[in-house]
Every structure is written in C-alpha cells, then in structure tokens.
C-alpha cells in the first residue's frame, strides 16, 4: 500500500531553516509528481510546491518562492522541502502528498502522509 512518511518538522526561530523530508512507498515515485501542502493554524489547505517526476522541473506559490526548494531523490524514494528565511506565517502542519502537477491540482494528489508540524517562533 501507498505509504508517505514526512519527517523533520520542529520549532525554528524566525529567519532560521529547515529541511523536511518525505519518504515514499508503495508505489512508481520516480513516475509522478510529487507535491507539499500545508495548513496553519486555523486556516485551510495551501499547496506550497510540486516537482515533476524525474526533478527537472519545480513549482512554487508565490508565498514561498525564492525561500524554499523542493526536490527529490528518486534512488531513495525521497522527497524534500528546504525551507529557508522562515517566517512565522510559515507555521503550518506540512503534508507530502503524491501526484500534483504545475498548479495546485489537489484532486490530483491521492494520497497523502499524516503531516508533521513545523512551528516558527522566537
């Protein structure tokens, strides 16, 4: 079965960083995009990033861009979100999920992992 674990979520002082990883299994990760969502406290779901299947090619919102990079390690089945100059917008409960695409095609991504929280505070 289709399972995404994130992992590396944690409490960061503003302007700090952080890396998140996801692990994949269970199904072709090195066939699909891939995506990051994240809800903060209170709010909804933001898509933040997606990556195309082989990482040639990234997405971002423009809430984020230019701070963080997602990438991917196919040989490891891994996903990873670098997140860098963190505000304390960017609290949020962060989700790895599978599929995606250039914009946030939520109904696209099928599955998603239980999400680990990221808190940005001083």
């Known amino acids: 079965q289709v399972q995404l674990v994130e992992s590396g979520g944690g409490l960061v002082q503003p302007g700090g960083s952080l890396r998140l990883s996801c692990a994949a299994s269970?199904?072709?990760?090195?066939?699909?995009?891939m995506s990051w969502v994240r809800q903060a406290p209170g709010k909804g779901l933001e898509w933040v990033s997606s990556?195309?299947?082989?990482?040639?090619?990234?997405y971002y919102a423009d809430s984020v861009k230019g701070r963080f990079t997602i990438s991917r390690d196919n040989a490891k089945n891994t996903l990873y979100l670098q997140m860098n100059s963190l505000k304390s917008e960017d609290t949020a409960v962060y989700y790895c999920?599978?599929?995606?695409?250039?914009?946030?095609?939520?109904?696209?991504?099928?599955?998603w992992g239980k999400g680990t929280l990221v808190t940005v505070s001083s």
């Open positions: 990556i195309y299947s082989d990482g040639s090619n990234t």
């Open positions: 999920a599978k599929g995606g695409s250039w914009y946030p095609d939520y109904y696209g991504m099928d599955y």
């Open positions: 269970g199904f072709t990760f090195s066939s699909l995009y």
